[in-house]
C-alpha cells in the first residue's frame, strides 16, 4: 500500500483536498463577501481544506491583507449560514487570505500577481496549485483569462483551473465568441463553467432518487409520463436589480442555464458511471435532443411577461417598469414559459413545460411529473372526478426540499369512494443534517478537479441553441406590457399555452 | 400480589398506530390555526435503534440523546433498561415529536420502552425482535454494564445487524470480547473510535507526503485509554515502517490523547474543540468536534457495513 493511501479512511474520511491558491477576481463584490468566503470557512470549519490552503482575493479597491481579512471576517460572520462561527478557527483561516489591488485592464496587475502567488507558495506550500474563480462582470472573463495567459499563469508547476460564473455569453454567438478567447488559454478539462443549482443538494437528489432506485425508471418515459411541468417562481421582483435584470430577463436569466440543466437531469438517460464526463455526457445529449423551435412556432410555444403593479401578501409591490433603474418603457421580460420537446425514443412527444418569473405568488422550484391517468375508469360511478386525477410526482428544490407522490385512495367507510391523498418525504426535516451549500460543494469539486457538477461548453450551446429562436423572436416584437399583476401566477397567454395541450398549470 | 399483564409485539405495535391516528387529528386547542390544522405529523424511518441501558442511568439525559439522533437518523427506537431484583416486565410507548424551525409540521419518531429484569432478557428479545422495523438496519446501542457483567451479550446480538459500544464508559466490553464479536462476523462500532476521527483525518491530511521515523502520542493519565490504544493500532497498521509509541503524562485513570509529536517537526495540541499546531513557521488551528455522544453516534449509525479500517485496528489490539 502506498503512503499516500495507507493512511485514509474513505468510509470515514471527508474527501481530500489538494492544497491550493483560490485566486478570486471581484474580491470586494457581493458574491465573494455572500456565498464565496462563507462557503471556504465552512469547508475551512469542516477540516475539508488542506492545511497549505490560501486566497488570494484581487479588485480594484485599495486595502491591505489585514483590511481584507477584516472585511472577510465580518462578511463570514454575517453571511455564515446553519454553523458556528469559531474565533480561533478564523485566525487559522484568516493567516491564508491575501490581497492585491488591481485593475484587470493592466498587464501590471497579473506581474504582481505572480510575484503574491510565488510569495504564498513558498509561505503556504500550495504546491503551485491554483483556481481562479472569476466573480466579476461576465464581459471581463476573457479579458482576465487572457491576462493569465499573457503572464504565462495558465500553467504551472501544479494544477491551474478557471472558474467562471454564468451568464455564459448572451446567446449563441457571444457563447462561442467567449469559448473562443477562453479556449486559447486554457484547456476545456481546466474550465469550471459554474451553475450553482447543480450544486444544490436536492438537484443531486434527482440523480440519486432516479439511477438509485430500481422502480422509477421503468416508469420515466413517453409510455407513462404525460407531461412535466418544471417553475421556478419567485415571490419577489427585481429589488434594486432593475439595471442587471433589464439586459437579461428571465429567459436568459433563468431557463437558458439553470431549468435547462435541471430539466436535463430529470430527463437524460443513465450514465454508464458517476464520473464527470459519463454525466456530462448525458445532460450534453439529452440538451442537444431538445426541439428547436421554428420561428412560426415560437409564439405558439413561448410566453413573455413582465409584471405590472399587484399586492404580494398584504403588501402593495410596484410594477417592474416602476423599478429602480428600470426603463419605463422596457420590453425586458420578468416571466417566461416555454414548451420544450425532447427528440428522443424515450421522450418523443411529451411537452416539457417550463416556467420562471419575478413576483409570483410564492417562492418555489419544483418539478411535476405528471403520469397518464389509469387506462379504465372502472370506479367511475362512485367518484367526484377523484378517479380520473392522474398521478404526479413532484421533486420540490425549494424552499422545502423533497418529494411528494400524489395519488388516489379509498375513503373510510362503506362504499368506493376515492379521494387523491398526497404522500410526502420532505428531504431537509426528515434528515436534520446540515445539508451544504452550493458554493460548498461546487468549490470542493474545482479544488478536487472534479467537474461533474459544472456546465460544459457544448452543453452550454445546446442550451443556447434551444432558447435563440426564442430570443430571436422576442427581439421584432413589441410587446403589450405589463401583462400580469405582482403576486399572480403569470399572464393569461401562459395558460393558454398549455390550454393548447389539453393541460393547465400546476399550483405549487 | 398482582398478576402482571403479559408484553405482546402486537399490542406493543398497535398502541404505536393508535398514538400515529391520534397525531394525525388535528388538535382542538388550535381550533383556529388552520396552518395547525393542515399541518399535522410527519413520520420517518430509517431504522430501528435499540438501546440497553441500565435502569439507573439517567432516562432524561438519554431521551435527549435519543431525541437529537432523530434528526439525522430517524428511528423506531426501543429503549431496554435493566434492573436487578426480582421478576419484572413492562412496556409503554410513546411518540418523540419536534417542530423544526421554519416548518409547518412536526416530525416524529416512535419510541417503546420496556423495562426488565434481568432474569427476564430471554424475554426481552422475544419482545424486541418483532417491534423491529421490517427490511431496515437493526442497531443496538448498548450502554448497558450488567449486560456485560452477566456475560449475556451474546443473548442480545441476534436483535442486531450492527451493535456499538463505547469502549470509554464503565463496564463496558474489553476489547477482547469485542474482538470476539468481530470474529464472530457482527458489524461491531466503538465510539472511542469514532471519537478520534477527526484526529486521524488531521493526521493523515499532514503526513501525506513522507513517511514519518516515529509518532508518540500523548494521554492524560497513568494508563492509555482505549482512545490512544486504538490511535497506535490504527499508525502501527497504517505505517508499519515508523515507530509509534505511547506516552503518559501521569495522574489518575485511563487518560485521553492530549496530543501527538510527529519526528521532531510537528506536534498537535489537542484541547477544546480543537487541535493546534505549527507548520510552515505558522501557528494552525483545526476545528474538531466536541465528541458528544448525540454526535458520535450520529456517525456510527451512518455505517451499517463492515469498516475495515477500525477491524484492522481493533484486531491489531487483541492479537
Redesign the interface.
Known amino acids: 500500500m502506498s503512503p499516500e493511501t495507507s493512511l485514509q479512511d474513505p468510509l470515514r474520511f471527508h474527501r481530500k483536498s489538494p492544497p491550493c491558491a483560490v485566486v478570486i477576481y471581484g474580491a470586494n463584490g457581493d458574491l465573494t463577501k455572500r456565498k464565496l468566503m462563507p462557503a471556504l470557512y465552512r469547508l475551512a470549519y469542516e477540516g475539508r481544506l488542506a492545511p497549505g490552503f490560501a486566497v488570494i482575493g484581487i479588485s480594484r479597491t485599495a486595502m491591505s491583507n489585514d483590511e481584507f481579512r477584516e472585511r472577510m471576517h465580518d462578511s463570514v460572520k454575517k453571511f455564515l449560514e446553519d454553523s458556528p462561527f469559531d474565533e480561533d478557527l478564523w485566525k487559522s483561516f484568516a493567516q491564508g487570505l491575501f490581497y492585491l489591488a488591481g485593475d484587470v485592464a493592466d498587464p501590471q496587475s497579473y506581474q504582481a500577481l505572480v510575484k503574491t502567488l510565488a510569495e504564498v507558495e513558498d509561505s503556504r506550500k500550495t504546491e503551485d496549485n491554483a483556481l481562479f474563480y472569476l466573480s466579476t462582470q461576465p464581459s471581463q472573463y476573457a479579458e482576465i483569462a487572457e491576462g493569465l495567459a499573457a503572464a504565462g499563469l495558465n500553467k504551472g508547476q501544479g494544477w491551474r483551473r478557471i472558474v467562471i460564473e454564468k451568464p455564459f455569453g448572451h446567446d449563441l454567438q457571444s457563447a462561442r465568441e467567449l469559448q473562443g478567447r477562453l479556449e486559447k488559454c486554457f484547456h476545456e478539462n481546466e474550465i469550471y463553467r459554474i451553475d450553482h443549482y447543480l450544486g444544490k443538494e436536492t438537484v443531486q437528489n434527482i440523480m440519486a432518487f432516479r439511477f438509485g432506485n430500481g422502480i422509477f425508471e421503468p416508469l420515466w418515459n413517453r409510455t407513462y409520463v404525460d407531461h412535466v411541468q418544471i417553475t421556478a417562481a419567485e415571490s419577489i421582483g427585481v429589488e434594486g436589480r432593475g439595471a442587471y435584470y433589464q439586459e437579461a430577463g428571465a429567459l436568459r436569466d433563468m431557463i437558458q442555464n439553470h431549468l435547462l440543466q435541471v430539466m436535463a437531469t430529470v430527463t437524460m438517460e443513465p450514465a454508464s458511471s458517476f464520473t464527470s464526463d459519463a454525466v456530462r455526457d448525458e445532460r450534453a445529449k439529452l440538451l442537444r435532443a431538445i426541439r428547436i423551435m421554428r420561428p412560426d412556432q415560437v409564439a405558439a410555444n413561448a410566453v413573455s411577461g413582465q409584471y405590472g403593479p399587484g399586492r404580494s401578501g398584504s403588501e402593495q409591490v410596484p410594477g417592474f417598469r416602476q423599478e429602480k433603474g428600470v426603463d419605463p418603457e422596457s420590453q425586458t421580460n420578468t416571466y417566461a414559459a416555454v414548451t420544450f420537446l425532447v427528440d428522443n425514443w424515450r421522450w418523443a412527444g411529451v411537452p416539457f413545460y417550463i416556467r420562471t418569473g419575478k413576483s409570483l405568488p410564492k417562492r418555489v422550484t419544483e418539478i411535476a411529473i405528471q403520469f397518464r391517468t389509469a387506462p379504465l375508469a372502472m370506479f367511475r360511478k362512485a367518484t367526484a372526478g377523484a378517479e380520473a386525477l392522474p398521478n404526479v410526482l413532484i421533486l420540490r428544490i425549494q424552499p422545502e426540499e423533497g418529494i411528494s407522490l400524489n395519488f388516489v385512495s379509498k375513503r373510510p367507510g362503506s362504499g368506493m369512494q376515492l379521494r387523491p391523498v398526497s404522500m410526502d418525504f420532505n428531504y431537509g426535516s426528515s434528515f436534520g443534517e446540515r445539508s451544504p451549500s452550493a458554493y460548498e460543494t461546487l468549490l470542493l469539486d474545482a479544488i478536487g478537479g472534479d467537474a461533474t457538477l459544472y456546465t460544459r461548453q457544448d452543453m452550454v450551446e445546446a442550451s443556447w441553441q434551444a432558447v435563440q429562436p426564442i430570443l430571436d423572436y422576442w427581439s421584432t416584437q413589441k410587446f403589450d406590457f405589463p401583462n400580469y399583476a405582482a403576486g399572480t401566477w403569470g399572464p393569461q397567454a401562459a395558460d393558454e399555452m398549455l390550454a393548447r395541450w389539453g393541460h393547465t398549470w400546476r399550483r405549487p | 400480589m398482582t398478576q402482571e399483564k403479559p408484553i405482546k409485539p402486537d399490542k406493543i405495535l398497535k398502541e404505536l398506530s393508535e398514538i400515529w391516528s391520534s397525531m394525525a387529528k388535528p388538535d382542538d386547542t388550535q381550533a383556529g390555526d388552520t396552518s395547525a390544522q393542515g399541518g399535522g405529523v410527519?413520520r420517518?424511518c430509517a431504522m430501528t435503534l435499540i438501546s440497553f441501558v441500565d435502569d439507573e442511568e439517567d432516562s432524561q439525559s438519554l431521551n435527549e440523546t435519543l431525541a437529537g439522533l432523530?434528526?439525522?437518523h430517524?428511528s423506531r427506537s426501543v429503549v431496554v433498561r435493566l434492573r436487578e431484583g426480582e421478576d419484572f416486565l413492562d412496556a409503554r410507548v410513546f411518540a418523540q415529536c419536534w417542530m423544526?424551525f421554519g416548518?409547518r409540521?412536526q416530525?416524529c419518531c416512535e419510541q417503546i420502552e420496556i423495562t426488565s429484569s434481568m432474569n427476564r432478557l430471554a424475554d426481552v428479545a422475544a419482545i424486541v425482535g418483532p417491534l423491529a422495523v421490517p427490511d431496515l438496519p437493526r442497531v443496538i446501542l448498548l450502554r448497558s454494564a450488567r449486560i456485560v457483567r452477566a456475560g449475556a451479550l451474546r443473548k442480545i446480538l441476534p436483535l442486531g445487524d450492527k451493535i456499538i459500544v463505547d469502549s470509554n464508559r464503565a463496564g463496558a466490553p474489553c476489547f477482547g470480547e469485542l474482538g470476539g464479536l468481530l470474529d464472530a462476523g457482527h458489524i461491531t462500532g466503538d465510539l472511542a473510535w469514532t471519537r478520534i476521527?477527526?484526529l486521524?483525518?488531521?493526521?493523515?491530511?499532514?503526513?501525506?507526503n513522507?513517511?514519518p521515523g516515529s509518532i508518540n502520542i500523548e494521554y492524560s493519565g497513568r494508563e492509555a485509554g482505549p482512545e490512544a490504544r486504538y490511535m497506535e493500532a490504527w499508525l502501527e497498521s497504517?505505517?508499519p515502517a515508523t515507530k509509534v509509541g505511547l506516552k503518559g503524562s501521569g495522574g489518575d485513570g485511563r487518560g485521553g490523547i492530549s496530543g501527538i509529536a510527529v519526528d521532531e517537526d510537528l506536534r498537535i495540541r489537542l484541547n477544546d474543540?480543537?487541535a493546534e499546531y505549527d507548520?510552515?513557521?505558522?501557528?494552525?488551528?483545526?476545528?474538531?468536534s466536541k465528541c458528544t455522544d448525540e454526535e458520535l453516534l450520529n456517525?456510527e449509525l451512518g455505517?451499517v457495513?463492515h469498516?475495515?479500517?477500525f477491524e484492522q485496528a481493533l484486531n491489531r489490539i487483541t492479537a
Open positions: 410527519l420517518a432523530m434528526k439525522e430517524p423544526p416548518h409540521r416530525i476521527t477527526g486521524r483525518a488531521l493526521l493523515a491530511g499532514l503526513l501525506d513522507g513517511i497504517a505505517l474543540g480543537g507548520m510552515h513557521g505558522m501557528h494552525q488551528r483545526a476545528s474538531m456517525v455505517i457495513i469498516d475495515p479500517v
